[in-house]
């Protein structure tokens, strides 16, 4: 099955597979960048004084 598709790619293609490539390229930084910003608002709520 995987065989045929990558056979049966042609031009029109392309620009498709590299979109969507890119798209999830970005999806998976955007993801990462939120992990890294929900630890830093964990980390600083943790070091606040629980007085407010």
Known sequence: MTTQLLASLSWQEL?????????ALVFF??????????LEIEAWLAEEKPGF
Do not use: C, T, Y
């Open 15 to 23: 620009p498709i597979l590299i979109f969507a490539l890119l798209l």
């Open 29 to 38: 930084l955007v993801i990462r960048q939120n992990q890294k910003d929900l």
